[in-house]
């Protein structure tokens, strides 16, 4: 299954960060983002945005 252009996982967003995906996801989860089980977990560009701004502080 293709994965809308528009969405950014938290893999992507670790490297972009130069953090860690373990540390990106906890913090994911912290917020109360759930992902699905099982499920490769997807951002909108807005969530996105939130985690940029929290890693780059």
Same mark, same amino acid.
């Given at each position: 299954?293709?994965?809308?252009?528009?969405? !950014?996982?938290?893999?992507? #967003?670790?490297?972009? #960060?130069?953090?860690?995906? *373990?540390? !990106?996801?906890?913090? #994911?989860?912290?917020?109360?983002?759930?992902?699905?089980?099982?499920? @490769? @977990?997807? #951002?909108?560009?807005?969530?996105?945005?939130?985690?940029?701004?929290?890693? *780059?502080?």
């Amino acid at each position: 299954m293709a994965e809308p252009h528009h969405t !950014v996982t938290p893999e992507q #967003l670790a490297v972009e #960060l130069g953090a860690s995906v *373990k540390t !990106v996801q906890a913090w #994911l989860r912290d917020q109360g983002w759930q992902s699905v089980p099982y499920d @490769r @977990r997807r #951002l909108t560009p807005e969530q996105a945005a939130q985690v940029r701004e929290w890693f *780059k502080r």
